[in-house]
């Protein structure tokens, strides 16, 4: 093996590559020609690469086995065991995507969040039967762990001490996977679905424009989403009456309230692909009814992220209203104070600042500006929410602040 590890097919181009450098590295040292081993059967040979390699001999092993190679090892030795979904999805994403998934994320968190009852049966796969793991159920699994990579980046947290309980695993993990399974592959779309979509959408974006118009929200004044939602029963109460022989034939129009309102599509089509896009798409696309805890963090980082990219575009010549706000050299919005000692800047503290800059620049009046005012107090409220499991937010609420909070939003998406 070691002088022609081409010849054995079961390596991977990685363990190749490793024993050649092995070779190179150690050819004036040890004669690779000829290596002493050691005779021993099966049982005794097991005990000896135990002693090596389980971490547990005192610290006398030449190198501790990561826990896949544990489970490997159990595997051998243990025929009764049964791989993990770690170890299945291991071997998949290998086999699928030529790459090692524990590049992507620790092996220990992909069984912790993958091995869960509810988001196994979203996916649709059997952890007795590898069989399941098809490629299309892999690519649901390899966006997943992306979504929740960026979910950590974002909110600074370990993967592994944030999804420590069940509940939490699935209030975070369903909503991304219904999204997923939502999502229409144009595949399998025919021309006259795709109409139907189109044309849904379509109708949609002018209702809501049409609404956007006869609101004061829509010059920046902040408006509760009930009144606009009572207005449209009303118009839609009239139209019922007026032609009750007409039903709806556009299967894909959203049912009110099931959603957050969208934001002016105009706008986001603007937008260039980005993190702060996808965050966008997922958050009107979210049922907020089935997952409010999920909507209120997708609101959380959106935000976020929408404020980061303005001030990464717009910091430079505007330092007067972000006192001692400084962008670090791998982009991030940090505050500088005295002795050069860096720190994070809350939300709270960025949202209000941009208040002040809004009204200094005579952007939006300020009966508008105030609502941010409550926006910093719930954005603290979702914190609480996101790490502190008794701390709830109704429904209602975080719609009342993304509808309040639109005026906001695009003026964000349009400056960044």
Not at 70 to 88: D, G, P, V, W, Y
Not at 160 to 183: A, C, H, T
Request: proline content about 4%; some cysteine.
């Amino acid at each position: 093996m070691i002088s022609a590890p081409e010849t054995f097919t079961f390596l991977s181009k990685n363990q190749i590559d490793r024993i050649k450098k092995m070779k190179k590295d150690n050819s004036a040292k040890v004669s690779l020609e000829e290596i002493d081993c050691l005779v021993a059967n099966e049982e005794e040979a097991f005990f000896i690469m135990q002693r090596l390699h389980s971490g547990e001999d005192k610290g006398r092993g030449t190198k501790a086995w990561n826990p896949k190679e544990q489970e490997i090892f159990q595997l051998r030795t243990n025929k009764k065991t049964n791989s993990s979904i770690a170890k299945i999805i291991s071997d998949k994403y290998e086999e699928y995507f030529k790459e090692d998934v524990r590049d992507k994320m620790a092996y220990t968190n992909i069984n912790r969040l993958f091995n869960n009852i509810e988001v196994r049966d979203a996916i649709g796969f059997d952890k007795k039967n590898p069989d399941t793991f098809t490629k299309e159920r892999m690519e649901i699994i390899r966006v997943v762990i992306v979504k929740i990579n960026e979910m950590s980046k974002i909110e600074k947290f370990s993967i592994s001490r944030e999804f420590n309980k069940r509940k939490r695993i699935e209030e975070v993990l369903l909503p991304i996977i219904d999204g997923i399974n939502q999502e229409p592959s144009s595949d399998n779309i025919d021309e006259n679905s795709k109409s139907n979509i189109e044309e849904s959408t379509k109708d949609t974006n002018e209702d809501f424009t049409k609404s956007n118009n006869q609101n004061p929200n829509q010059s920046g004044q902040a408006t509760s989403p009930d009144e606009s939602n009572d207005e449209k029963n009303k118009e839609g109460t009239s139209i019922t009456e007026s032609s009750p022989s007409q039903t709806p034939t556009k299967p894909f129009k959203p049912k009110p309230k099931t959603n957050l309102n969208p934001i002016d599509q105009t706008i986001y089509d603007s937008m260039k692909p980005s993190k702060c896009k996808d965050l966008l798409k997922e958050i009107q696309f979210i049922k907020i009814k089935d997952y409010p805890y999920a909507t209120g963090y997708l609101l959380r980082a959106t935000i976020e992220s929408l404020i980061n990219e303005f001030l990464l575009s717009n910091l430079h010549g505007n330092e007067s209203s972000f006192s001692k706000y400084i962008i670090t050299n791998d982009k991030k919005i940090k505050i500088q104070y005295a002795e050069n000692k860096i720190d994070d800047i809350s939300n709270r503290k960025k949202i209000l600042d941009l208040k002040q800059y809004l009204k200094k620049n005579k952007v939006f009046e300020e009966r508008s500006l105030r609502h941010l005012d409550k926006l910093a107090d719930f954005i603290d409220e979702l914190n609480l929410s996101i790490h502190w499991v008794d701390k709830a937010v109704s429904i209602n609420t975080i719609d009342t602040h993304w509808t309040n909070s639109s005026f906001f939003i695009e003026y964000l998406i349009q400056n960044i």
